[in-house]
Every structure is written in structure tokens, then in C-alpha cells.
């Protein structure tokens, strides 16, 4: 699931804050700047992500189309948190935050 070999990437992530109490589900081209974006966010940012501290990794989806991830990330924002979390859980049991490792 996790393997960017392809010449085009795009990623649809989902962080949370650090007790895990709000999931936010985003689209990037580049999953490691972005996740740095999330983490340092420019002075007086008023993003969402920034005003709650939203950039801890759980879970993220590889693919070299744009448009496949676009709908990927439209169809996984309408869904319940309960599916979310099933989402999550099926390759990150333990909610692990993966930032070291991208």
C-alpha cells in the first residue's frame, strides 16, 4: 500500500491532533511537504489544521492518477467517522502517527 514508485504521486493522508480526537482527510502531490506544511505553518496561519494542531499522520493511499485521488478523497470525507477509523485500523491498528517515516 505504501510504495510511491510510480512517476506521478498523488496521496489522499489522513492526520489527526495529538489525542486523536479529530480525523482530517486531505489530497497532496507531495506527502512529505505537505505533512511539513501541517507541522510549520506560516505566522498567524488561520488554517484549520494549524488553529488545532492537526498534523499527525495515520493513515495515507498512493496513486499515480490525479483524478482517481480527488474521488478518493471526496468518497472517504463523506463517510462516518466509524468508517474512518475501520479504514485506519485495517493497516494501522494501534493508530500510530507515521511522520518519522515518511
Do not use: C
Request: hydrophobic share 30%; proline share 2%.
Amino acid at each position: 500500500m505504501f510504495q510511491t514508485s510510480d512517476k506521478y504521486n498523488y496521496y489522499v493522508y489522513i492526520i489527526t491532533n495529538k489525542t486523536r480526537t479529530v480525523l482530517y482527510i486531505g489530497f497532496t502531490k507531495n506527502l512529505k511537504e505537505r505533512l511539513n506544511y501541517h507541522q510549520n505553518p506560516e505566522a498567524n496561519s488561520k488554517a484549520f489544521t494549524a488553529r488545532y494542531k492537526y498534523y499527525y499522520l495515520l493513515y495515507w493511499e498512493h496513486y499515480s492518477d490525479v483524478q482517481a485521488a480527488i474521488n478518493r478523497e471526496t468518497q472517504l470525507k463523506k463517510w462516518s467517522r466509524e468508517k474512518k477509523e475501520n479504514l485506519i485500523r485495517q493497516n494501522n491498528p494501534e493508530f500510530r502517527f507515521f511522520n518519522d517515516e515518511i
